[in-house]
């Protein structure tokens, strides 16, 4: 599978970017320059809803935890060092349910 991958320098350049473009998959880090990865990606879920979202962490705290299975809906959350193949498995994973969620959607939108 390809991917079109685009890359942010930061949590603000990251927020322009979604703006402008849009994207099945969003890979963030916990700890981004300019903000928190998983700051970012609630507000990611709350604009972009069918997104999919992954954080990158070098540690999962139990509240933390919570704050991404409530807040941020993550799709999976990856602990450091993440290997290529891994990483590259989760987000055809998560490319997938996108996919397999904006077909439901479209199936059940009432038709004119």
Do not use: C, W
Request: charged share 25%; glycine share 4%.
């Amino acid at each position: 599978m390809r991917f079109d991958v685009t890359t942010a320098t930061s949590a603000r350049e990251a927020e322009f970017i979604l703006r402008k473009k849009s994207f099945k998959v969003v890979v963030a880090d916990h700890l981004m320059p300019g903000g928190n990865g998983m700051s970012f990606l609630v507000r990611a879920r709350e604009e972009y809803p069918h997104m999919q979202r992954i954080l990158v962490t070098g540690y999962m705290k139990p509240e933390m935890l919570l704050r991404s299975v409530n807040e941020a809906a993550l799709f999976r959350y990856l602990l450091k060092p993440v290997s290529v193949v891994e990483l590259v498995n989760v987000v055809v994973e998560a490319a997938k349910l996108h996919d397999a969620l904006l077909k439901v959607a479209a199936e059940t939108a009432p038709q004119e």
